[in-house]
């Protein structure tokens, strides 16, 4: 005995075909969303770069640079509270020696850790002291520049 075969006419054919694309189309969709609730919503920090501020005390500014020093752009991308290190170097061009000290972090809720040598630092004129920060990134996204504000006597 065969089986008994049904003519398919043209509009069956392009029902069938919707019918597929409209279940690819919600499958797809139902995969985005999926997909898009199920990420994890960690908020990076990407650090563009990094500008160090200094702040003269007296009459004899310029002896550490610029006032306003750019370091490093497309420096990192970090995680919430990611502990990193910056490091940098102040060279005095003057002949008496200079305190350096940190008056702060802006941009951003990043967090000072700790800073090797600790703070404050006295330079030797003519001599070149490198300086690494250890820092914290921000609990939330930020994306920009990361300031980091000294004084120099």
Not at 132 to 146: D, H, I, K, M, R
Request: glycine content about 10%; overall charge neutral.
């Amino acid at each position: 005995m065969e089986p008994v075969r049904i003519p398919i006419t043209q509009e069956m054919h392009r029902k069938r075909k919707m019918v597929v694309v409209v279940g690819v189309v919600v499958a797809l969709i139902s995969l985005s969303v999926f997909f898009a609730l199920s990420l994890d919503s960690v908020a990076t920090t990407n650090v563009m770069g990094v500008q160090v501020h200094l702040e003269y005390a007296g009459n004899s500014s310029g002896y550490l640079g610029p006032a306003v020093q750019n370091y490093t752009w497309n420096f990192k991308t970090l995680t919430p509270d990611e502990t990193f290190h910056f490091h940098f170097k102040l060279t005095n061009h003057g002949s008496a020696p200079c305190v350096v000290s940190i008056d702060g972090i802006g941009n951003g809720g990043f967090k000072l850790l700790s800073s090797s040598p600790s703070m404050p630092l006295q330079i030797a004129g003519g001599s070149t002291q490198t300086v690494v920060l250890t820092l914290s990134a921000p609990s939330n996204g930020y994306v920009g520049e990361l300031q980091i504000f000294l004084s120099a006597s």
